[in-house]
């Protein structure tokens, strides 16, 4: 919410911005007059049409460093799309086209090093210049990769703060400069070559999921229909071995699948058994995947190509990141929060914003499940602190219809790290102090949010126990889709609440 503190914050940004745009063209100036340089000021609505321009002309070679480049699929003919068609285009023609994208970690307080999560925001931009055989690569995720600079031929370099994103060439006040000067490219290049990149063994870390495979009513409907939650988690491992092994055919590993389904504590006999079992039905009664078995050996599985519903949709508009395994995400959920993960990720990638909004009557008709099926699955990703909802306001007139609500997507994150947390602050305040605040975050499903378990503590100590458990009474009777059950209310209500008889 905004207020005159955060207007001053922002008025404090802008002059450090501007400070640094001043000092960026000072520079520019300087360092034109050291080599020799020839330097023009880009206007900002004026960048895209000379860097494309740049790149259309490119004879021999192009470097690309970007700290963000954003693409949405379902927009193939926006300017960051046709940046990337210029780059594929190039090396088409026999340019030499490098590229570096920026990946960084979520940096948690408190979570160690082993269990960071990568956030991926230039993923399918990466992926897609991949599959057109363009040379990409991401830079170290533990560093910041900030530059947005390109250096054409050797001796052209346009230079500035233009990110390759919607909002940088539509919408923000940008500075660039167009610079020709072989000395000065020299430089950069010898520069972009310190870049650490990471290893080609740690490149996948999004997993594509078959749009298909979620609309089809014969496919994952059916599997909610049925409650196959087991046929549904080795599918989508199977995808996940196919994408590390780029292959869509290969050998399964039947322990390390045990170890994903958390069947291995069974015995070798036992674990197959029930594997088998599920790649059986995988391919007879779903069609998904054909198997072969050789004596002594693993099965070699083939995933079945899916015909997709809607032609304009391709496979890549819906991905899950590989820490729903790495972080054990498919154990940790259940059923509905696995499906309503997935139907996330898709409309989250869909979306220019991030948020997205459909009814829960689409939502059913798309994806072929019940409402109370959706409603769990979206409850479940809100108590694991992976999703935040914005409910649509109850309409004052009973027979107006309400808008649907607003989804926001949370990073994954490992939930064991949280839990030595959590232990660490029962620990210092106490069982049943803990435990009280877990049970006051839980009625607007925050008790996986440590921060605002730790904000009940706080609240507890600031104000009397029983005005905390009247506020919760109040909180506690209003409907669980009540757009004032939330952290807010609850707080405020903590605040206000008269104690008077």
């Not at 590229?99 to 999560?117: S, T, Y």
């Not at 199977?238 to 055919?249: G, H, P, Q, T, Y």
């Not at 694991?384 to 027979?399: D, I, M």
């Not at 219809?401 to 994954?412: A, G, T």
């Amino acid at each position: 919410m905004f207020n005159p503190e955060s207007k001053c914050i922002i008025s404090r940004m802008t002059v450090r911005k501007t400070a640094k745009i001043v000092f960026f063209l000072l520079a520019c100036a300087w360092a034109s007059h050291s080599y020799g340089a020839q330097v023009r000021y880009i206007p900002p609505r004026e960048y895209f049409h000379i860097v494309q321009n740049a790149i259309q002309k490119a004879k021999s070679c192009i470097h690309v460093c970007m700290y963000s480049f954003v693409l949405y699929p379902q927009h193939p003919d926006s300017l960051t799309f046709q940046m990337a068609e210029a780059l594929i285009e190039a090396r088409k023609r026999g340019v030499s086209v490098q590229v570096i994208l920026d990946q960084n970690i979520h940096f948690a307080d408190g979570v160690p090093e082993r269990v960071w999560a990568v956030q991926g925001k230039n993923q399918y931009a990466y992926d897609y210049l991949k599959r057109n055989n363009v040379n990409v690569m991401f830079d170290s995720a533990t560093t910041y990769m900030h530059a947005k600079c390109i250096v054409i031929d050797k001796e052209t370099i346009v230079l500035g703060s233009s990110n390759w994103t919607q909002a940088a060439f539509h919408d923000n006040y940008e500075a660039n400069v167009f610079i020709r000067s072989a000395d000065m490219a020299q430089k950069i290049l010898k520069g972009f070559q310190s870049i650490k990149t990471q290893p080609e063994s740690e490149k996948v870390s999004v997993v594509y999921i078959p749009y298909a495979f979620m609309t089809n009513p014969r496919l994952m409907g059916r599997m909610i229909t049925r409650n196959d939650q087991r046929a549904f988690d080795v599918y989508l491992y199977l995808i996940r071995e196919s994408a590390v092994k780029n292959n869509a055919n290969f050998r399964l590993d039947f322990h390390a699948l045990a170890v994903q389904l958390g069947i291995s504590h069974m015995s070798r006999t036992g674990y197959r058994r029930q594997i088998i079992k599920v790649l059986r039905k995988l391919k007879n009664n779903y069609k998904l995947i054909d198997f072969s078995k050789e004596y002594a050996k693993d099965y070699a599985i083939r995933l079945m190509d899916l015909e997709a519903p809607d032609q304009e949709l391709k496979p890549e508009t819906n991905r899950m990141p590989m820490q729903y395994w790495t972080f054990g995400w498919n154990r940790e959920l259940g059923f509905a929060g696995k499906v309503f993960y997935l139907i996330d990720q898709h409309h989250s990638l869909l979306s220019a914003k991030g948020n997205w909004c459909l009814s829960g009557e689409s939502l059913k008709n798309l994806y072929h499940c019940s409402k109370w099926f959706i409603h769990k699955g979206v409850t479940e990703l809100k108590r694991a602190n992976l999703l935040e909802v914005q409910y649509g306001e109850l309409p004052k007139n009973p027979t107006s219809s309400r808008k649907p609500n607003v989804y926001y997507s949370n990073l994954l994150y490992d939930p064991k790290a949280l839990h030595h947390r959590f232990s660490k602050l029962k620990k210092k305040h106490g069982k049943e102090k803990y435990q009280r605040a877990k049970q006051w975050a839980a009625l607007v499903y925050e008790d996986s949010n440590i921060d605002a378990v730790e904000k009940f503590i706080r609240l507890e100590d600031k104000y009397s126990l029983v005005r905390i458990q009247k506020a919760a009474k109040i909180i506690k009777d209003k409907n669980p889709d009540n757009p004032k059950r939330n952290l807010g209310y609850f707080y405020r209500t903590i605040e206000r609440i008269d104690l008077d008889p």
